[in-house]
């Protein structure tokens, strides 16, 4: 049986958490990864995280929550004028 090779994040972390890492540079580092996407939204749930995690940068998720505020707050006043009607 083989063993499973180590996560790459782990044999190498100072990679994952210079925070010189651009956008594309953490896709590269996270691609094939098979748990990027519960990686991702684990590192989204807890905004001080730092450095890579799913091969998204800590800019980029700060982006993202941003634009979802955003989004709730736009879906929060449509419906507050729905119902007030
Ligand atoms: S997706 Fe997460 S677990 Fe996978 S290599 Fe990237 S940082 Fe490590």
């Known amino acids: 049986m083989e063993a499973e090779a180590p ?3 782990r044999t190498d972390p100072d990679a994952y958490h210079a925070v010189t890492v651009r956008a594309a540079g ?3 580092l996270c691609a094939g990864c098979p748990f990027a996407e519960a990686c991702e ?3 989204m749930a807890r ?3 730092r450095g890579v995690w799913g091969g998204t940068t800590m800019r980029e ?3 993202a929550r941003r634009q979802e505020a955003a989004e709730e707050e736009t879906a ?3 419906l507050d004028g729905l119902l007030s009607r």
Do not use: G, I, T
Request: aromatic residues 6%; charged residues 20%.
């Open 47 to 49: 905004p001080a995280l």
């Open 61 to 63: 998720r700060q982006a």
């Open 7 to 9: 996560l790459p994040c």
């Open 26 to 28: 953490a896709r590269e």
């Open 41 to 43: 939204a684990y590192a």
């Open 76 to 78: 929060s006043r449509l």
